[in-house]
């Protein structure tokens, strides 16, 4: 119950823009309540009115309804999300436990054309360099908890350089192709786990805040309404911040090894 005030809070305060995401995050959020609740049929019907409010769904909703399809035997719309993730880069590897299913034939066959669709109307490129930060981004973070942690050796330039690259790379990013999204990227499947998740830039964009950047802080309303971030992502941020006073990396990290140096000695 929390969680939905604290949705309504977030959203009421984007109705008064063009927010076409609102109604989709929010019946998204209620379906996976359901899901985890196995109550598979409420979940797929609230799924279904989400889809209808947006042009592009998102794939971790489009990765929950193709569960509930099946799970629900709604072999039709089963079909129906799999090319539509398919179309979306989703390998043809992903589906590969519903071998059996009325409509696998058919879509294995038909799967070229949407391995075609998705080379000419998303950017690959993207969504690798967009990866490839967040796994560096990932690194990184990790070695400044380990050196929080006294088990390795870092100078505070070192980190002011490193985590100073990330920033870079994700402004380049976005003055190259826009702010990352799934309209441009298509799904992020990751092959480890076989799975459809949201892409991680919510938590490069947390961990820049804690780096003393308040990155596109002025934006990130209008990155709601638009389906590029979780309106969850918002509170989070308000309450997300550095040691310094969040005026740059520079000044965070002089303090940051500040702080820790004295704890050290």
Known sequence: MLKIIIFFLITSNLSAQQCEYQDYFLLADSATKDYADKNY???????KLAF???EFPLGDELSMAFSVAQKT???EWAEVIAIQLAKGGVPLRYFSNYKQSKWYDRFSSDFESYTKYYNENFRSELRERLNSLIDID??????LMEW????IEL???DAYQEANSILAEFKAIIETYGFPTERLMGYNYVRRLNRVEYYK???LMIHLYKYGELVYVNEI???ICDGILHPNLQQTLNNVRGFGNSTGIEQEMKVRFEKYSKVKE
């Open 41 to 47: 049929k409420e979940a797929g019907k609230t799924l």
């Open 52 to 54: 209808s409010k947006v």
């Open 73 to 75: 035997k709604d072999y």
């Open 138 to 143: 990932k690194e990184f973070t990790a070695n």
């Open 148 to 151: 929080h942690n006294g088990e």
């Open 155 to 157: 100078t505070a330039e």
């Open 201 to 203: 830039t919510s938590i």
């Open 221 to 223: 309303p209008q990155l």
